[in-house]
């Protein structure tokens, strides 16, 4: 879908203000929201792709005026609901705790670092990508009801694959409950005139990572 995040070449947003320090956090409860998404999302009831579209499918009014972690917090109480994971607080009805969970759901202290640097695993594979580096290929023009990580800006253009990541977890799939279904994993580099327009630096160019089924030979 193109969602409130998708904002990759819309204009109207006003400038890009980076904080001025790099401290990840800008608020105490910020610390707290990210613990609670760690150690709800340990169990494995949800996939972080399931994640990413729960925050994609935030409200955009919401999604345009709130900060990062306010998102987070969003979708992680619309996660925590839809997997049965909330009950009703009997002594205030009108508010939802979080149910019990068995102790080996529990993420323990020590095993923190490891929560955090947990990520995308390549595929063992026998089978040979359909692209190779310097192959021209456009993107697919379509719109998608669900999570997918092809960027709008990106969809119906010309470029060049730059090389092959590997096989990894498709998205679109996983978010949705229908499996890994694990697909080759490219990245695509365009020129910046064919994304941004005429107007574009000449020298420009943008890399994205692009799944398989997102390409078809030019």
């Not at 068995?102 to 095993?111: G, H, V, W």
């Not at 119906?156 to 978010?175: A, C, R």
Request: net charge negative; hydrophobic share 35%; with cysteine.
């Amino acid at each position: 879908m193109i969602g409130p995040h998708d904002l990759g070449g819309r204009s109207g947003f006003g400038a890009i203000s980076p904080h001025e320090h790099s401290a990840p956090f800008s608020a105490e409860w910020e610390k707290r929201v990210l613990g609670l998404t760690l150690c709800a999302s340990w169990p494995g009831f949800w996939t972080l792709d399931e994640f990413r579209y729960a925050l994609e499918s935030i409200d955009p009014a919401t999604y345009l005026s709130v900060t990062h972690f306010e998102r987070w917090f969003i979708g992680l109480e619309t996660l925590l609901d839809r997997h049965g994971l909330l009950e009703v607080d009997p002594e205030a009805p009108g508010n939802k705790l979080i149910a019990g969970l068995p102790a080996e759901a529990i993420l323990r202290a020590d095993q923190v670092d490891m929560g955090l640097a947990v990520g995308p695993s390549e595929y063992s594979h026998e089978s040979l990508p359909r692209f190779s580096a310097g192959d021209r290929v456009r993107t697919k023009a379509f719109t998608s009801s669900g999570h997918t990580r092809l960027p709008a800006y990106a969809r119906g253009k010309d470029g060049i694959i730059e090389s092959v990541q590997g096989l990894y977890t498709f998205p679109d799939d996983n978010t949705h409950h229908r499996g890994s279904n694990p697909q080759w994993l490219y990245t695509v580099v365009f020129e910046g005139r064919t994304l941004w327009g005429s107007q574009a630096d000449e020298l420009l160019t943008t890399s994205i990572d692009a799944w398989e089924s997102y390409l078809n030979a030019e």
